[in-house]
């Protein structure tokens, strides 16, 4: 019979697990202890407790199942082996109290982002998780996707993260107008946490003359210092709330990680600047996405950093010289920057900041691929969305780039040749592209300057061997389809594109332009074969152009590839 060493030095068959059971289980998914329990009985007796060590609700047809007897009855059970808790329905923390669930160490009151009926019917249930917190000594983690701002909750709830001595984070993200005396006091009692996260606009009203010492009071300290290290405070705030809010920025010495607020006016830069660099020599990583002013105001903040790591610019914000110079001061510190929906950010600013960072490991420059992606690919070609590069810049003096450490890059560059401002550009009546010479057709092909990834961006990026994340994006600058003929052919439409075929004299020469932009992409999938440590691939507007045989070959070099994505 196979035996194991316990701790204990005694030697313990499989049908004694129980003596190493948590050591076992502290690595396990759900699905592997599912499998566990189907073993035996008495695997079935040890493993089944750490099934409800993690809970995440996220649709209604789960919650149901929830609610049955049998799994409440479970629930009740094995109720000291739940530690986590996630869930979009508010109805699961009363439940959660009733079948006393007190060894809570994470809990995350989630909201749907795109129903804001279930976020105002969650907001309800803030009382229940104020409850949750004052029986749950191990809480570490609170998330709220959903807050009621009413004056007796907000009171309690604060009163609860002033005597919990455990909790460490705390996000409260329900954007809504809230008068200042609530969010104040929610500031002024944030005296243990080490990461906050507050999420709303605030209503100004007066500050009272004996109002500060009030908010002092409720921390128990004379002199209070905040713990916090990662502020993220991307609301809204107009005049009155300035001051305040800087007499708490005075008091958190720690803060590693600081996001701006809005301020209407944002003339506060100076006084901001000035405690940034006087009570924050922490600060590794701005982000000022809130923030809607010009590139000089910014630079200020930027400057009042020592060893700047990471910087989130602005999508209303303009990066002006002003930004790049003061980024060029934390040159040698700098690993990740984020431009995303930078719309006045030019190719050239892209290019300086590549062959000007020498530790960068994070270029951000391109929104993620999701539901609202097709309105954003319309207002980059507008020259509204994503910042764009032109691959002209990249043969300008400053030579290469130089970020060899380079481990996420997500960028957009325009496809200038093979797109028109006006029309299709297989309609153009040029015989420049329409291959009637072999020689001139067999040169496009060498050449890769015509092709729609050009050469001079791919030999870039296949340098850059350390790349986990890629994300390319092909920008035309006509908003019309660009390549009408390869589209049906990628499709399937063999009917169309015989139409075109027997009323266009020229449709041979599409043909040909469209065998040199897939020879192009296949010259480029085999450069970017040197990128052996890539996990995640996605290539955008090129996929008429991509080969199965290519993508399968690059594959064969791509070993910890997990997602690869063309569109």
């Excluded at 590069?389 to 130089?402: A, F």
Aim: aromatic content about 10%; proline content about 4%; some cysteine.
């Amino acid at each position: 019979m196979m035996t194991t060493e316990t701790n204990t030095r005694c030697a313990a068959s499989v049908f004694d697990i129980h003596f190493i059971q948590s050591q076992i289980c502290a690595d396990l998914t759900p699905r592997d202890l599912r499998r566990c329990c189907l073993v035996s009985w008495n695997f079935y007796h040890n493993f089944a407790p750490y099934l409800y060590r993690t809970i995440d609700i996220g649709r209604k047809s789960t919650f149901n199942k929830f609610r049955r007897p049998e799994s409440l009855a479970a629930l009740h059970r094995y109720r000291d082996h739940v530690t986590q808790v996630s869930c979009v329905f508010a109805q699961v923390w009363k439940l959660l109290l009733v079948h006393e669930c007190y060894n809570l160490t994470a809990i995350k009151g989630l909201s749907l982002p795109r129903r804001p009926q279930n976020r105002e019917v969650n907001k309800w249930a803030t009382p229940d998780i104020t409850k949750l917190i004052q029986v749950c000594p191990k809480l570490r983690v609170l998330e709220l996707s959903h807050f009621l701002y009413e004056r007796e909750v907000v009171e309690e709830f604060c009163r609860a993260i002033r005597n919990h001595g455990g909790l460490k984070e705390l996000k409260i993200d329900h954007f809504e107008y809230v008068i200042c005396k609530r969010v104040r006091e929610i500031l002024w009692s944030t005296l243990k946490l080490e990461r906050f996260y507050l999420n709303m606009a605030v209503v100004s009203t007066q500050i009272m003359p004996d109002e500060a010492q009030t908010l002092i009071d409720l921390t128990g300290e004379e002199d209070p210092e905040f713990r916090v290290r990662y502020l993220d405070i991307p609301w809204q705030m107009y005049d009155r709330e300035a001051d305040m809010f800087f007499r708490y920025l005075r008091r958190c010495p720690h803060v590693e990680r600081l996001t701006v607020p809005y301020m209407y006016p944002f003339r506060y830069a100076a006084e901001l600047a000035n405690i940034i660099s006087t009570t924050m020599p922490n600060l590794q990583h701005l982000d000022v996405h809130a923030v809607h002013s010009k590139g000089e105001i910014i630079s200020r903040l930027i400057k009042a950093c020592n060893n700047l790591r990471s910087f989130v610019s602005s999508p209303a914000q303009e990066l002006t010289n002003h930004v790049i110079t003061a980024l060029m001061k934390h040159r040698e510190s700098l690993q990740e920057l984020s431009f995303v929906r930078g719309t006045f950010t030019t190719s050239r600013q892209i290019q300086t900041i590549l062959c000007s960072f020498p530790n960068l490991e994070v270029f951000d420059a391109m929104v993620p691929f999701d539901k609202m992606c097709n309105k954003n690919e319309e207002l980059t070609r507008k020259g509204k969305g994503d910042p764009i590069l032109n691959p002209k810049d990249l043969l300008s003096e400053q030579g290469p780039w130089i970020c060899d450490k380079l481990r996420v890059l997500k960028l957009r560059y325009l496809d200038e040749w093979n797109c028109t401002s006006g029309k299709d550009n297989d309609d153009d009546d040029d015989d420049k592209n329409d291959y009637e010479d072999e020689s001139q057709f067999n040169s496009d092909i060498e050449d890769g300057s015509k092709g729609v990834l050009p050469i001079t961006l791919y030999e870039q990026i296949g340098r850059m061997t350390e790349l986990e994340v890629l994300w390319l994006g092909r920008v035309q600058k006509s908003a019309t389809n660009p390549v009408a003929v390869a589209d049906m052919i990628s499709a399937g439409d063999n009917s169309g594109f015989e139409a075109e075929q027997s009323d266009n004299d020229r449709s041979m020469g599409a043909l040909r332009r469209r065998e040199v932009r897939i020879k192009n992409v296949t010259k480029a999938l085999w450069e970017l074969r040197k990128l052996g440590k890539i996990k995640q691939l996605e290539l955008r507007n090129l996929r008429p152009f991509i080969s199965r045989d290519a993508i399968r070959q690059a594959k064969s070099n791509w070993r910890y590839l997990k997602r690869l994505h063309y569109s």
